[in-house]
């Protein structure tokens, strides 16, 4: 199949593009984003790369130029850039994504085109009051305006689907555990940093208690969500067109009690508590598990354990 | 106040001016529809009337120039127009709620204008596979682009209220009955055709099975709900500003009865029935009959009978 990767830069898009080059899937490769993606090392098929903003007419045109079987949609700004520039998020996380299915429509209209979407929403979509277990029913009252954005890209992508005019699916990632590279200052940052860090002999800052769940899947499970989103047969979704992935459920307490069977007391000293107030009532917003009997009737498989996704990123990044 | 009324020319915007000026709610009137509405009658405050396509840039900020305090936005394309012409169904009724939602916001930015803006939404927001009765946190997943508009209208009202730029409510309205005026090739029109009709002494088709159930509620009703929610504090509804609207559930049968005991024999003789798969398909698709204690809570009422419902037709028809 040619796959297009629209966000092919960050960390998913480039472990997406890897994986599609080295499990077979692809035979050829476009890869767009705002900064000019790297094309996979060792991948011998025809790979065009692109720096553009979809936002703008005719980006999403030219994209697609090469009617791409199987369109990954991860392009975005986050959840704290969308609340704190508003016109910027509904242009780059609304927008471009309308303008992409449009441009899919009137290459529908014109030639049959049809390629499988591939759309990477968010549990952002959920917002308080929200049940222990959330179900795959479940109202979607985002919080956010990225989460806002989100949804009415999963209403957009069932409707276009509905109407034939691509064969989408939707998917509500996990949040990611562990997240390699740098501390950054996403109020979910400490999830992966007190793992992260401690492994590096660095010193974590824990901002929230123990006691905080929330839902996690490592970064492979998430290239791997994507991957099987692309391959599998979408008839049994019906209108229902975005799923929640499969995760584990863990507290802060699980993440620990994972992080001292694999590396140990020394490392679990290296966290250090500082409660901040700020970040725990955002958190405390945040969904803490999900029942995603959907998704796993669809063959998604969730990580093992939370040790396992320790030493996941234990392999990766020793490696 | 001075209320803006969108969609002013419509069947439910004129009931509404009229109710705004006889009751004392509006101390002046905008009105604006594609064509130019009708000021109410007997109303001495100032009123403004003006056609203008609202999915025009700038027209919503022209509607706004007077700041009204309460805005009714009813503007809309019918579901059947919004299947048959894509994008004159996203351009009428999202774009133009966009645009709306935007003027409001940068006149907050610039001058913290905050009104109260109510939405008419509709259960075309929710689609198969659906229990026989909605609950109120059911999720939306429309089998209509007309149903996709609305839901993603009421995420946008939802986010722009959470923001503080306006303080807004959706209604999603019962299906109307009686409704006044001629037939028409809405799938929907029987019900109110097989009462309608024999009232004024003609045939009328049934083209579903007696059993077939549906959620309506009168024109009175539904003027009221728009005034009630114009004049109610908002604080209770947090995240969720969309509601269903209380309804009568009937079924076909409970229909025919209504019209037999309040007309007799004769006007039941006047329903011939014409079983047409293709109208059962589509009302096959609806819902039966909602969970409305939310909209109960906050006073929202219902109609007493489907008897109440013919009674009202007959004294408006005939008063």
Chains 1, 2 share one sequence.
């Not at 005719?58 to 009617?67: Q, S």
């Not at 990225?146 to 949040?175: C, H, N, V, W």
């Amino acid at each position: 199949m040619h796959a297009l990767i629209l966000g092919a830069a960050g960390m998913i898009g480039r472990r997406l593009a890897d994986a599609l080059a080295t499990q077979g899937d692809a035979r050829s490769l476009t890869l767009v984003d705002v900064v000019e993606p790297t094309a996979p090392a060792g991948f011998t098929g025809p790979v065009v790369t692109a720096a553009a903003d979809l936002s703008v007419p005719g980006a999403a045109e030219a994209a697609l130029i090469g009617r791409p079987d199987v369109i990954f949609h991860l392009a975005a700004i986050v959840s704290g850039e969308a609340e704190a520039d508003l016109e910027k998020g509904y242009r780059v996380n609304l927008d471009a994504t309308r303008l992409l299915l449009d441009a899919i429509r009137n290459a529908h209209a014109a030639e049959g085109y049809r390629p499988r979407v591939v759309f990477t929403s968010s549990l952002a979509v959920f917002g308080p009051p929200l049940p222990g277990v959330i179900p795959d029913d479940m109202i979607l009252t985002p919080a956010t305006s990225y989460g806002t954005q989100k949804a009415m890209g999963e209403l957009l992508l069932a409707d276009y689907s509905r109407r034939g005019f691509l064969d989408g699916i939707g998917l509500r990632l996990p949040t990611i555990c562990v997240r390699p590279g740098k501390p950054n200052k996403a109020a979910s940052g400490f999830f992966s940093g007190i793992i992260r860090e401690p492994l590096a002999g660095q010193e974590a800052v824990l901002p929230v208690p123990d006691t905080v769940r929330h839902w996690f899947a490592s970064p492979r499970s998430a290239t791997e969500y994507l991957l099987h989103a692309a391959r599998i047969d979408l008839g049994a979704l019906g209108l229902r067109r975005s799923l929640t992935m499969p995760g584990l459920s863990a507290t802060v307490a699980d993440e620990i009690e994972a992080l001292r069977r694999v590396a140990g007391d020394a490392a679990v000293a290296l966290i250090r508590r500082a409660p901040d107030p700020a970040i725990q009532a955002i958190v405390e917003t945040w969904p803490e598990a999900f029942d995603t009997r959907r998704a796993l009737d669809l063959g998604f498989k969730a990580d093992a354990s939370f040790d396992a996704l320790v030493e996941l990123h234990i392999a990766e990044t020793q490696g």
